[in-house]
């Protein structure tokens, strides 16, 4: 094959395209030639500088100038375009980077933690760190801080962390993620069962009790005062609420608990006017009673001051099918008031306080008592001391000592601390605050009073050395016309328990009459004044028949030395 001869062909493409050189001469314009001086030699240098020589002026060219200002701007453009182009070159890079990668993308929070470009295993650290450790119940007024496992809520950290990087990584929502926020709901687990059992135990706290229609005492004339509605929590909206999305309603730890009002049950309370300006011409005089130590606390409130807590209740017995009462947060309060000045060993059921002030008020009294507890005690052991010492000085059988030190078996040590129980577990049952009996051992000897006056003073036989009848403070527990002891073949008549010497036995000792043995044969009669029995106190026939029914279940007995 020939190869073309490229060069001829140019010539002949560059003959047929290009004009005559000549002939176009005429047509273009004409420029002088450049004026070049000859050389010549430096003149000497004057004393002052000679004016600058005017430059010679030369043709200019205008065309051109203005050429390379145009490829200048453009110069410019093209560069900040490539210059912007790398740029989003870099940033889509770098998009890609973090969509490929495993770090949560920015802008990515959950629970109020930014989580953007932490790993799942540290934003599950980062999570955990910020679940407290309770929550806020709200009812809209009020707000408390509950533990949250009391809720049956726990964080599921690992979830909301993977949840949060999953964030982004879905269709159409990575630039959402990029430049925008996006808040990840928590994931919590929620057990409902434990939730409904703390908001039930929570619901007494949170409850706001409607308060009856009642009287009131205004510049010594009693009026009737309106009744006030209350509050309760509704556990079953509040759990409704819950199960639907619990972690929407959680995302902030605050639960908006639902609350409904609860209304009053009387709400006209003009009926009882007559009854309450009756009761109001007293004081409230409370009697709080030691049974113990038989010390009394006599606490009292001018009519001005418990006016104000007395309120109309529904009452089937009364005609008017309503009776007053008292207001119990109002009297609980106050209770707790004075129940700070009792010795620091003592105390009040605060409860059971305004339980026995309510029910003296309804039936139309004015004076209440009220029962003062004690709390156990520590006992460091001295030297010589025994669980029989011990129990001897402190009025309680020793094996009640004995159960409540389950793990300091029989050999005590100087110096060592054992707990003494309240001398309350003696006294299981409701004070009869009237009567008391006090039986002496030394003296063999009881004394029987009611109202504070002595009703019967008797001789008295109580236990032999060998089985001795207890000191300390009882009560009587039981009756029983004629009680059987199978352990030494006793019939005891008007058998009256008292206290039992061992907790986990039934066995008691009490009062009883003259024991018998076999048909008829009658035991110790001619030994009242001397120790004779196994324990028990024994009065005479004729005696014990007038205690028997005297001593209701709950008088206190006291048994000394």
Known sequence: ?????????????????????????????????????????PPPIPQQAPPRPQAQSRPQAPAKKKT????????????????SSLACLAVVAGMGLLYSGNAILPGVSAFGVDLGGKSASEATAALEQQWYDGVIVQDGEREWRVSAADLGIWLDAPATAAAAQDQGRAEGSFFQAILG?????????????????????????????????????????????????????????TLATLYQ?????????????????????????????????????????????????????????????????????PD?????????????????????????????????????????????????????????????????????????SIAYDYGIPYPWIQQANPGVGDALSVGQTITIPSPDVMLPLPI??????????????????????????????????????????????????????????LWMPYFMGVYRPVPTSDFMNGFHGFPTRGSSQLLWTNNLG???????????????EQLYPWAEDGVVVEIQR
């Open 432 to 489: 009869v605050y009237n009567k008391r009996i006090v039986v002496s051992i030394s003296q063999q000897r009881m004394w029987a009073y009611e109202n504070d006056q002595l009703k019967w003073e008797w001789v008295v036989s109580t236990g032999i050395s060998s089985s001795p009848t207890a000191p300390g403070v009882f009560q009587i527990q039981s009756h029983e016309t004629n009680a059987y002891a199978a352990n030494w073949n």
């Open 181 to 237: 926020h996006v808040d990840v709901a928590p994931v919590l687990n929620v057990d409902l069962i434990v939730t409904r059992e703390g908001l039930e135990a929570l619901a007494p706290q949170l409850e706001t009790p409607p308060i009856n229609a009642g009287v009131q005492l205004v510049n010594g004339q009693v009026q009737a005062t309106p009744p006030q509605t209350g509050r309760q929590l509704d556990v079953e909206a």
């Open 68 to 83: 390379g200002g145009l490829n200048g701007w453009i110069l410019g453009i093209l560069a900040l375009v490539v210059g």
């Open 1 to 41: 094959m020939v190869k073309p001869d490229l060069t001829q062909k140019h010539q002949v493409e560059q003959q047929q395209t290009m004009p005559n050189r000549a002939q176009s001469s005429s047509a273009r314009p004409h420029y002088p030639p450049p004026v070049i001086p000859s050389p010549v030699a």
């Open 316 to 388: 089937a017995s009364s005609p008017t099918g309503l009776a007053l009462t008292l207001e119990p947060t109002g009297l609980g309060d106050y209770l707790a008031g004075r129940a700070a000045s009792l010795p620091p060993d003592r105390y009040i059921e605060v409860n059971e306080g305004v339980q026995a002030v309510q029910e003296a008020v309804e039936a139309n009294t004015t004076s209440a008592f009220l029962r003062v507890y004690h709390h156990e005690r520590q006992h460091a052991i001295q030297a010589g001391e025994t669980f029989s």
């Open 530 to 544: 001397t120790p004779v029995t196994y324990g028990c106190i024994l009065v005479s026939n004729t005696n014990v």
């Open 245 to 313: 999305n619990a972690s929407a309603v959680l995302a902030d730890g605050i639960i908006e608990l639902v609350m409904t009002d609860a209304y009053p049950t009387v709400t006209d309370s003009s009926s009882m006017v007559a009854q309450a300006t009756q009761l109001l011409a007293n004081p409230l005089t409370i009697q709080a009673l030691d049974p113990v130590s038989n010390e009394r606390f006599d606490w009292s409130l001018g009519p001005e001051s418990w006016s104000q807590w007395l309120v109309a209740a």
